[in-house]
């Protein structure tokens, strides 16, 4: 019984002040950009948004999925496509279907309408 009284606050101690388990995915401040910019859509409010996306991509090492949390490449990537820098875009695109292969099918359609457009600016 005196054993268990020593060791019992020494294992709340070990135990107590542990860290929590890591998130799986880092979302940084996506809901509060992507709000101001569906509040008030301005050029401003998408760089603000793009940023936050490009930083969570940047920081998704320390997740512990240690992956770009699902839809974030994409998000980036119609964000490019918005703005026409059709490259940037499908870069983008194809890093979301590398990741996440079950986003394979949209992400293909969407490459579709790059190419498309690509091919019509080139005639």
Excluded: W
Excluded at 39 to 63: F, H, Y
Excluded at 68 to 87: E, F, K, S, T
Excluded at 88 to 107: G, N, V
């Amino acid at each position: 019984m005196r054993r268990l009284l020593v060791f019992l606050p020494l294992l709340l101690l070990l135990f107590g002040c542990s860290e929590g388990p890591k998130p799986l995915y880092h979302y940084e401040d996506y809901s509060a950009r992507y709000y101001d910019f569906k509040k008030n859509p301005s050029p401003q409010s998408a760089e603000e948004l793009m940023k936050t996306l490009q930083r969570i991509i940047d920081r998704a090492p320390q997740s512990a999925s240690m992956r770009v949390p699902p839809g974030i490449h994409a998000h980036l990537g119609y964000m490019y496509l918005q703005q026409g820098a059709l490259a940037s875009a499908k870069a983008q695109f194809l890093q979301e279907k590398a990741i996440y292969p079950e986003a394979t099918q949209f992400m293909d359609r969407l490459i579709a309408q790059i190419d498309a457009k690509e091919s019509h600016e080139a005639h």
